[in-house]
C-alpha cells in the first residue's frame, strides 16, 4: 500500500512539474488563452483587449480568444480569472477602475496580491465636458458658473475615475454638485447632450466625436499632461486644480503567474504591439499609447489604489461591501 501511494504521489509530482515546465521551457502557449473582459462587447476595454488578442495570435501563433464577463462592478470577470489555474491560460484586460474600486468597496480579492501585472498597453486621457449649450467655454467659467447656481450642476457618472475626478473636481473648486450614477457611459453622453446633466468627465476616445460634432464642449484635461486627441485643451493642474483622472488598459494574470509566462507575453507585446497598426488605431481614435512592463506596472496599480482611497476619504466615502 505504501509503494502504491509513493508511485501516486510521483506521478502527482510529475505532472505539475510537467505543466509548470510546459509554461517554462518556451513552448507556452501550446493552446489557446482566454483574455477575460469585464465589461460586455464593444466599449473601449473590449476593443483594446481584442487588439490586443489579434496582436498575440499572429505573434506568437496560437487563438488568445477575448471573453466577455460584465455585472457586479468587474466583479465577475476577475472571478472568471481568479478561478482558473495560474498557469498563463486564462488572461484579464484590466481598467483602470479596478484602481478606483477599493476606494468605494470592501473587495473579496485582494487588489494588488491577486494579479500578476504583464503589460500596461494604453492610457485613456480623460476630459472635463459640458453641454453645448451651457454658457461656458472653459473650466474657468464652468466653475464661475457652478458658484453662481448653487444646486443646480448635475454631473453623470457610470464609475471608476471618471466618478472620482467629477466629484473631486466640484469639491477643489468650491461648488456644489450632484452626482447621478447610470449602467453605462452612452447613457451619460446620452443624458449630456440632452441636456438633463451640466458637465461630465468623459473619456477622450468617447468625447472627441461628439465634441468635433459640436454635440458637447471639451473644457480641460483632468491628467498630468495634455491629451494628444485635444493639445489645444489645458489640464486642470494648469489651471490650479491637480486632478489626475486619467484612465488606462492593461493586460494582467493571476498572481504567481509563472515568470517565464509574464516575460515573453510583455516582450511580445512590447515587439508587435507598441508603436505598431494595432495600437496605433487606438491612439487614432483617443488614447495614448503606453509600454509599462510587470515592475512599473505593480508600481503603478499600488500608487493609484493608494492615492485613490485617500481621495475617497477626502469625499468622504463610506465604503461597502461588494
Not at 475615475?161 to 450614477?181: D, H, M, S, V, Y
Given at each position: 500500500m505504501r509503494l502504491v501511494h509513493v508511485v501516486v504521489l510521483a506521478v502527482g509530482l510529475g505532472l505539475v512539474g510537467l505543466a509548470l515546465g510546459n509554461a517554462q521551457d518556451g513552448s507556452y502557449p501550446s493552446r489557446t488563452v482566454k483574455i477575460v473582459v469585464a465589461t460586455g462587447p464593444g466599449g473601449a476595454t473590449d476593443v483594446t483587449a481584442r487588439s490586443v488578442a489579434q496582436t498575440l495570435n499572429e505573434s506568437l501563433g496560437q487563438y488568445f480568444v477575448v471573453e466577455n464577463h460584465p455585472g457586479a462592478r468587474g466583479l465577475i470577470g476577475v472571478n472568471a480569472m481568479l478561478r482558473e489555474k495560474r498557469d498563463g491560460y486564462t488572461l484579464l484586460l484590466m481598467a483602470s477602475s479596478q484602481s478606483v474600486l477599493p476606494a468605494f468597496y470592501e473587495l473579496p480579492y485582494d487588489p494588488v496580491g491577486d494579479f500578476s501585472p504583464i503589460a500596461l498597453v494604453t492610457i485613456v486621457p480623460v476630459i472635463l465636458v459640458a453641454r453645448a449649450d451651457l454658457p461656458v467655454t472653459s473650466a474657468a467659467e464652468l466653475?464661475?458658473?457652478?458658484?453662481?447656481?448653487?444646486?443646480?450642476?448635475?454631473?453623470?457618472?457610470?464609475?471608476?475615475?471618471?466618478?472620482?475626478?467629477?466629484?473631486?473636481?466640484?469639491?477643489?473648486?468650491?461648488?456644489?454638485?450632484?452626482?447621478?450614477?447610470?449602467?453605462?457611459?452612452?447613457?451619460?453622453?446620452?443624458?449630456?447632450?440632452?441636456?438633463?446633466?451640466?458637465?461630465?468627465m468623459m473619456t477622450a476616445e468617447q468625447a472627441k466625436p461628439l465634441a468635433d460634432a459640436g454635440k458637447l464642449r471639451a473644457l480641460a484635461t483632468a491628467g498630468t499632461k495634455r491629451a494628444t486627441a485635444f493639445p489645444d485643451l489645458p489640464t486642470l493642474a494648469e489651471l490650479g486644480l491637480p486632478i489626475e483622472g486619467t484612465g488606462w488598459f492593461g493586460l494582467v494574470g493571476p498572481r504567481d503567474l509563472p515568470k517565464p509566462?509574464?516575460?515573453k507575453l510583455y516582450a511580445t507585446l512590447k515587439a508587435n504591439y507598441v508603436g505598431k497598426p494595432a495600437q496605433a488605431r487606438l491612439v487614432d481614435a483617443g488614447m495614448e499609447p503606453a509600454d509599462q512592463g510587470p515592475a512599473e506596472f505593480t508600481a503603478r496599480l499600488k500608487d493609484e489604489i493608494e492615492r485613490y482611497i485617500q481621495i475617497g476619504n477626502e469625499l468622504g466615502i463610506k465604503k461597502i461591501r461588494l
Open positions: 466653475i464661475q458658473y457652478g458658484k453662481q447656481h448653487p444646486g443646480e450642476m448635475t454631473y453623470g457618472f457610470q464609475g471608476g475615475a471618471t466618478q472620482i475626478a467629477a466629484a473631486l473636481f466640484a469639491k477643489r473648486a468650491g461648488f456644489e454638485a450632484t452626482g447621478i450614477p447610470y449602467t453605462a457611459s452612452a447613457q451619460v453622453a446620452t443624458e449630456l447632450i440632452a441636456g438633463r446633466l451640466a458637465f461630465v509566462v509574464s516575460d
